[in-house]
């Protein structure tokens, strides 16, 4: 696993929740220009974390999808960018490089079989979250998002698509959790591993970098609504605020898994080891 700040995570990474366990299939990366991204931040801020941001002065957010195994089981959280990449020099700022296509050899790494994945859960249907949705492999599977995702969906995917509501499970131990801001019908979720077990929070794009976590008022460039936001922000690490519960930040730099710790009033996201 790359621990590195300015570096996406590149191998697949896996963890023990009580009664499930779960593993990071990386995919590939996104780079977001830092002042950009988040517009709201000052460039003070940026001067002094110059060691998060690789050689082309992007933060690079790693893309790919959360397994979720239990019993006999199994789930994927989003699907990764798919088999593409866009270059450096297009125009969709505040975008730099995009790359995808590691999803299969990440599958084969940690030794799951496509077809072995009964339900997709997406955060929301941005195109780093689908681009896999539409292989034949998943065919077979139950994909599950927000009603109200659904209805601005432009790209379907293989299987069938069903409206999950907050609150609702999706999967053994796994619950919807609603964080609108970033789209409409965004989701996170929530994975506990057992009755009395650990939690889990799936992050999603309610935080695209632990950086963001130094003032959860900077929205993101894509957030749709950022007044609405800025409360999942909260509401989100409130729950990563809960007694034994880990993170899994799909997008962060050098570590997806963590936990939230507060010290002097500042939110510090540390990796699992």
Known sequence: MSTAVNSHVTEPVRV??????????????????????????????????????????????????????????????DTGFGPARIPADHTIAPLGRIEGGGLPDAFAAAGIAWDAVDTVAFTHLHDDHVGWAGDER??????????????????????????????????????????PGHTPGHLSYVIRGGPDGPA?????????????????????????????????????????????????????????FGRLSASDDRLRWDPLD
């Open 138 to 179: 998943l065919r077979g599977a139950r994909f599950v998002a927000s009603a109200a995702e659904w209805r601005g969906a432009h790209r379907r995917p293989a299987g069938q698509p069903v409206a999950v509501r907050d609150g609702q499970e999706v999967f053994p131990g796994v619950t919807a959790l609603a964080t």
């Open 16 to 77: 023990g929740l009580g009664t499930h366990r779960l593993t990071y299939l990386p995919d590939g990366y996104v780079q977001l220009h830092p002042r950009a991204w988040f517009p709201d931040s000052p460039g003070a801020f940026w001067e002094g974390h110059g060691g998060h941001l690789d050689d082309e002065g992007f933060l690079r957010a790693s893309v790919g999808a959360l397994l979720v195994e239990y019993e006999d089981r199994a789930m994927l959280f």
């Open 200 to 256: 889990a929070v799936v992050v999603g794009d309610v935080l695209h970098s632990a950086l963001q976590l130094a003032d959860l008022t900077w929205r993101a460039a894509s957030d749709l609504d950022p007044a609405e936001a800025v409360r999942s922000r909260r509401k989100v690490v409130a729950e990563l605020s809960r007694p034994g519960a880990i993170g899994f930040a799909g997008h962060f730099s050098g570590a997806v």
